[in-house]
Structures are given as structure tokens and as C-alpha cells.
């Protein structure tokens, strides 16, 4: 079975960089697109990125200047990193699986609340 | 930015009731349509993908529909189970996602 969890602390400062990792189990990690995604306050959902087994990424447009992905195979691990955040960014944070690059989402994380606040 | 929206935001109905939610992109992006639902306190759960392919598990009184812009998802007789949020996501160009229909108790 397929289990995918988030880890990353909770609260971030302003101005600061938000970080968080997902862990795959169940499955090898290659073969598929690992993607973050979060839902706002008002229950919106954004797509973040998605990120390879061999470190293709890709951004969302409105985002792409303050994320960056990064992956490691050994561990089943991808992560995400967030910088400048504001209290904008404070969301649940979800991972998630796709099998192509552009793609519906199967598998999801349990999500993880991370708020910006001082 | 391919932009989506959902009509309506919130739907009252009961069980039995045959449930109708759309979904429009502001441009074409047929076939890449999927629907998801959510439940307080979890993560969304892949419905459809591909406008109209069920997902392995998902009951078959749930169907997908729609072509170009304007897509449907229908739950044929409704179930104590499937009150909840209902989102859909383009994956044409990058990925978004419809504010959500709210389906609750009437």
C-alpha cells in the first residue's frame, strides 16, 4: 500500500524559509512525479511543483521565484522549500503522486498545517 | 493560467437525490479533467481522472462527463457518504483547481 507523509515544522516566521519533506513508502519513488499541494483558508487548492526521480521539476508560475524541490532516491524522500513566506502562505501542505507530468493525483499525504506568523 | 470554476458552490440535497456538479475552465482542456472529493480534516481522494475514467474502488454511482470547457461530475443516487467538498483540476497546462461544491444535508 502506498503511504505518503509530510514532516516539517508547523509554524514559520515572515520573511522566512518554509521546508518540508515527504516520505514514500510502498512504492520505489522512480517512476512517477512527486508533487506539492497545498489548500488555503478559504479551502482553495494550489498545486506547488512536482519534482522526478531523476530531479526534473517544474513550478507553478505565480510561485516559481521563491520554490525550489529536491529529491532522494535512497531515502523515498522529496522535499520542498518555500522562501520569503508571509502570512499568504499559511496552508496545509499536501503531497502527492502522479504518474505523468501534468496529472491527476492518486495518492496523497495526510497534509500538514504550516502557519506564518512571528 | 488556465482559470476553473464550479457551479453550484453549495448543493442541499437528500439521499437518493441524483446530484449534478459543473465545471468550466476558461479554456479548452478536454480530456485532462479529474474530480476529487474531501472530507473534513483529510486529504482530497481521486475520484475520476480523464473526464470520465473511475477511479479502482470508487462506486460506479459516481460518472464524468463533458468535453472543451464544461465538464459534470454526477453521483446517480446519493449515499450518506458522499455528503462532502467536491473539487476539479485541470492537468492540461500545469494544474489548477475549482473553488469547490460543498454538497450537504437538506
Not at chain 2, 480534516?41 to 480523464?50: E, V
Amino acid at each position: 500500500q502506498v503511504h505518503l507523509q509530510e514532516s516539517g515544522p508547523g509554524l514559520v516566521k515572515p520573511s522566512e524559509t518554509l521546508s518540508l519533506t515527504c516520505t514514500v513508502s510502498g512504492v520505489s519513488i522512480s517512476g512517477f512525479y512527486w508533487n506539492w499541494i497545498r489548500q488555503l483558508p478559504g479551502k482553495r487548492l494550489e498545486w506547488i511543483a512536482f519534482i522526478s526521480d531523476n530531479g526534473n521539476a517544474r513550478y507553478s508560475p505565480s510561485l516559481r521565484s521563491r520554490v525550489t524541490t529536491s529529491v532522494d532516491t535512497s531515502k523515498g524522500q522529496f522535499s520542498l522549500r518555500l522562501g520569503s513566506v508571509t502570512a499568504a502562505d499559511t496552508a496545509v501542505y499536501y503531497c502527492a503522486r502522479g504518474y505523468y507530468t501534468n496529472d491527476a493525483f492518486d495518492v496523497w499525504g495526510q497534509g500538514t498545517l504550516v502557519a506564518v506568523s512571528s | 493560467d488556465i482559470q476553473m470554476t464550479q457551479s453550484p458552490s453549495t448543493l442541499s440535497a437528500s439521499v437518493g437525490d441524483r446530484v449534478t456538479i459543473t465545471c468550466r475552465a476558461s479554456q479548452s482542456i478536454h480530456p485532462w479533467l479529474a474530480w476529487y472529493q474531501q472530507k473534513p480534516g483529510k486529504a482530497p481522494k481521486l475520484l475520476i481522472y480523464k473526464t470520465s475514467t473511475l477511479e479502482t474502488g470508487v462506486p460506479s454511482r459516481f460518472s464524468g462527463s463533458g468535453s472543451g470547457t464544461e465538464f459534470t461530475l454526477t453521483i446517480s443516487s446519493l449515499q450518506p457518504d458522499d455528503f462532502a467538498t467536491y473539487f476539479c483540476q485541470q492537468y492540461n497546462s500545469f494544474s489548477t483547481f475549482g473553488p469547490g461544491t460543498n454538497v450537504e444535508i437538506k
